[in-house]
């Protein structure tokens, strides 16, 4: 993996659809238990494919730190070997580092505790907060020395030398975590007594269980078992090196893509998972058909595509299985054809984050209703998604499958797009790969205060059937939230920052910020005059644009304001300069509030326009002015409908074709 930089965040454009092909890069799950194992077998291991990622990095450092010579590179096509070390590592004094990756501290840790030294077990501050306790509960049971040194239950962990007795069976709980049963499991042959493990109570995420046998047995360790409640191991068992190994394609990866296949019209084909993969996430694929889709699958393959009637069916399922892919199912329920219930996932809730509480709170910015339980979420699709800024919670998984919500044709900014290095550094690549972007067509309308842009954008939006954009709203709100929270109107920096962390929901035609409906409010008087005074800061300008471009969605935006069409859309299908002279302007404001039980004169009415057009037309940051390439209208002597009719004219050629007239 070349090192790469990521930035604070990445524009998704909205997807039309998605076909081709994707090779995956190898499983995290099978990566780090081949390379323990092999670490622990006698012989070297030449590994294939392993994956390249955070997690796997920090796996291989801490074997290195234990002495193990891991030669060459990880990634698909290249080659590591391991130099095992028969069970005995050479270095039994180590501090180890591990990230946030659950597939490295518990293995290692049941590793360490039974081979005995002073080691140290610590993560990022997340890993802080992931449960051990059962694990770390089971293995002091056999006499090791393990101390939570933080928090009792849960990392950093100093590890010993204790006496490991194995006489009695070993009971572990399996209800938290599978990882806790098969850290015991990849630990206790290098006993080299006879070891039974029995689980307490349900067992979770059984088929990454079955991924733990099938990989012991490829070195060489049978565990017989009865069920998923008792595993026998046998006395001598010993790993021994395989000679070489694969490592399979992630299927949880695969999921974001036979997803994206699903929703997006597809076929889409996964490369490195087949139908007969050790890897329990490939049945997200079974899940895909029972959705509607079109599945196919090879020996090294699988293929998703649409169902025949392109609408993906609503779902209950049990989904503790396959608690990774599940969220990509949670996506899914997006592109469904009515509620969605994800089953028996309370594992969600102590994994890279609170997954069941980040995905509520993303899925509903991009307009579904959910609600979360304690293990299930149910997901309401909306008629239509919105664009949004998507908060990605340090978790890999929350950034890919929310990045399958722009199949809706809505944009998305993903926030700390870097975390996907955890599993799959060249996510968003293989995305683009197989994506379609949609040419989503805006019209844009600007114009000086009163000139109608609101009436007339609305009717234009309405014949057309096209989403609108009130952008002087956004200037309001930001100006309310200032008034409320005693922000300095002038200080540029400030309300930047103000603009970029506002909680704004559009939603039909109310204005929600931060949970208080402010339809009504941001139209105060004080707020006009508020706004018109931080629309000159550029540094809040700024903060607003991808606001302003996250409602260019499917099928089409009707943006107006006063940079429509030479700031914010400049490649809009069509720009409009709605103007009117003053007096006219003045008169329809006179007119509204009369309407509304106002009563200010027409005089002052038509001070205050003429003061805001100069104001507007004077600021160094986005004046207010016609683009080089707009349609002048000037409605002073046209009706409302007049003036959208003369719109439509324009804008339907140019949204029929993508191409237009001159003006
Ligand atoms: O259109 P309106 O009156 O709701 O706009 C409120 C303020 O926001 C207005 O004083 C100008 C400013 N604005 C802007 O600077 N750029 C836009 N695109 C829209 C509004």
């Keep these: 993996m070349t090192e790469r930089v990521w930035p604070p965040h990445l524009d998704l454009p909205p997807l039309a659809a998605a ?37 796997t990095r920090h796996m291989q450092a801490a074997l290195r730190a234990l002495g193990v010579r891991v030669d060459g590179r990880a990634g698909n096509g290249d080659a590591l070997t391991v ?31 039974v081979v005995g030294g002073d080691f140290g077990v610590s993560g990022v501050a997340r890993m802080h907060e992931r449960p051990i306790g059962d694990l770390v509960d089971a293995l002091v049971g056999l006499g090791a020395r393990i101390d939570c040194t933080g928090t009792p239950g849960f990392p950093p962990l100093r590890i010993g030398r204790g006496t490991i007795d194995v006489s009695r069976p070993v009971r572990v709980r399996g209800d938290v975590s599978s990882q806790f049963l098969t850290a015991l499991l990849m630990a206790l042959p290098l006993t080299g007594r006879d070891v039974v493990i029995e689980v307490a109570g349900p067992l979770i995420s059984k088929p990454y269980i079955e991924i733990t046998l099938a ?50 019209g597809g076929p889409v084909r996964v490369e490195g998972v087949g139908r007969d993969s050790v890897q329990g996430d490939v049945r997200f694929a079974d899940a895909l058909e029972h959705l509607g889709a079109r599945v196919t699958r090879g020996e090294t393959w699988i293929e998703a595509a649409a169902p025949v009637d392109g609408r993906l069916r609503a779902f209950d399922l049990d989904l503790n299985a396959i608690p990774d892919a599940a969220m990509t199912l949670a996506v899914a329920a997006l592109f469904a054809d009515g509620p969605c219930r994800l089953r028996n996932i309370a594992s969600w809730r102590v994994k890279e984050t609170d997954r069941l509480a980040a995905m509520a709170i993303e899925l509903r910015k991009v307009g579904a209703t959910v609600d979360e339980q304690a293990d299930a979420l149910v997901v309401t699709p909306p008629a239509a998604l919105r664009g949004a ?99 300095d109107l002038d200080d540029d920096a400030a309300m930047g920052r103000l603009a970029v962390g506002l909680d704004i929901v559009f939603d039909g035609g109310r204005i929600g910020l931060a949970g208080d409906d402010v339809t009504d409010a941001i139209r105060d008087e004080t707020v006009s005059v508020a706004a018109s005074r931080i629309a000159v800061l550029p540094a809040l300008r700024a903060a607003l644009l991808w606001r302003q471009h996250a409602f260019r969605a ?8 006063r940079d429509m069409g030479t700031v914010v859309f400049p490649d809009a299908t069509l720009k409009v300069f709605l103007t009117a002279s003053a007096q006219a302007r003045a008169e329809r404001r006179h007119k509204q509030l009369i309407r509304k039980g106002t009563s200010v004169s027409l005089a002052a009415l038509l001070q205050e326009i003429e003061a805001r057009d100069a104001r507007d037309s004077a600021r160094a940051s986005a004046p207010l002015a016609a683009a080089a390439d707009a349609f002048h209208l000037d409605t002073t002597a046209l009706t409302a409908d007049a003036a959208v009719a003369r719109i439509v004219e324009w804008a339907a050629p140019r949204l029929a074709t993508g191409k237009a007239p001159l003006p």
Excluded at 454 to 470: N, Q, S
Excluded at 554 to 561: N, Y
């Design 554 to 561: 499917r099928p089409g935006l009707v943006a107006e304001g």
């Design 389 to 487: 800024v998507i908060h990605t919670w340090d978790d890999h998984r929350m950034a890919m499958c929310l990045a399958l919500a722009t199949l809706g044709g809505v944009p998305l900014r993903i926030d700390d797009p870097g975390c996907v290095a955890k599993t799959f550094p060249d996510f968003f690549d293989r995305l683009a790969d197989v994506a379609q972007p949609e040419v989503v067509p805006v019209i844009a309308i600007d114009g000086p205060a009163a000139s109608g842009k609101g009436t007339v954008a609305e009717g234009v939006a309405r014949h057309f059937g096209l989403r609108t954009l009130d952008s002087g709203s956004l200037y309001r709100i930001a100006a309310l939230a200032a008034l409320r929270g005693d922000v």
């Design 215 to 264: 990989m012991m047995a490829r070195f060489g360790v049978t565990v017989a078992r009865d069920g998923f409640e008792r595993f026998t191991i046998a006395a001598g068992s010993r790993y021994t090196s395989p000679g070489t190994l694969a490592v399979e394609g992630d299927a949880s990866g695969a999921s974001y893509f036979l997803a994206a296949g699903a929703i997006g």
């Design 83 to 113: 130099h095992g070390c028969g069970g005995d590592f050479p270095v039994r004094t180590a501090d180890l580092f591990l990230g946030n990756a659950g597939t490295a501290v518990r293995p290692l840790t049941a590793v360490l505790a």
């Design 19 to 55: 076909r081709g092909r994707v090779r995956l890069p190898g499983s995290k799950s099978l990566s780090n238990r081949t390379l323990l194992l092999a670490a622990l077998a006698d012989g070297a291991t030449e590994l294939r494919d392993v994956l390249d990622s955070d997690d």
